[in-house]
C-alpha cells in the first residue's frame, strides 16, 4: 500500500485535525474516538493497533497526523516511552500525548523528556480534557 505524500503547513492548516490512536485496546480507541467526535466533529481519527500492525517501519509516514495518542503499554515488551526514543530524533513525530493506566510523576518526567508533548493517566481522561489535549498539541505545532 502506497502511502500518501507529506503534507505542508498551509495544506494541514486548512483541513481537518488529523489525530492517530496507538493503543492495544481497541475498546478504549473506541472510547477515545468517540469522545473526539462529541467534541471536535471536524476530527479525522485513525487507529493503529501495534499487537495486530506490529511496530511502525521507516516508511511511515507520521506527518499525516497533527496529533499521536500513544499508550505507555503497548503489548509485550514494547513501549510508547521506548517508541518516542526511536522515533522522535528524525523529527517525524507529531506532537504526542503519552497515555497510561499505571503512571506516576517519575512516568510523566520520564514521558516529557523523552519528547512527549504531554502525558495523561488514563483515569483521568475525559471529553473536555482530552479534547484540549488534542487541540493545544495541534495548536503547537502550526
Do not use: H, N
Amino acid at each position: 500500500m502506497a502511502l500518501p505524500l507529506s503534507t505542508g503547513p498551509s495544506e494541514r492548516a486548512s483541513r481537518a485535525m488529523r489525530v492517530i490512536i496507538v493503543d492495544d485496546s481497541r475498546e478504549y480507541m473506541a472510547v477515545l474516538r468517540r469522545m473526539l467526535a462529541a467534541s471536535l466533529p471536524e476530527i479525522e481519527v485513525s487507529e493503529y493497533d501495534p499487537d495486530q500492525q506490529g511496530k511502525p517501519g521507516p516508511g511511515f509516514d507520521w506527518s499525516l497526523y497533527d496529533v499521536l495518542l500513544l499508550d505507555q503499554q503497548l503489548g509485550g515488551s514494547e513501549s510508547g516511552i521506548e517508541w518516542l526514543i526511536e522515533f522522535k530524533p528524525g523529527g517525524c513525530l507529531p506532537p504526542t500525548i503519552l497515555m497510561t493506566t499505571t503512571g506516576d510523576d517519575y512516568l510523566a518526567a520520564r514521558a516529557i523528556k523523552a519528547g512527549a508533548w504531554d502525558y495523561i493517566r488514563k483515569q483521568d481522561v475525559t471529553t473536555g480534557r482530552i479534547s484540549r489535549m488534542v487541540v493545544e498539541a495541534a495548536e503547537s505545532r502550526r
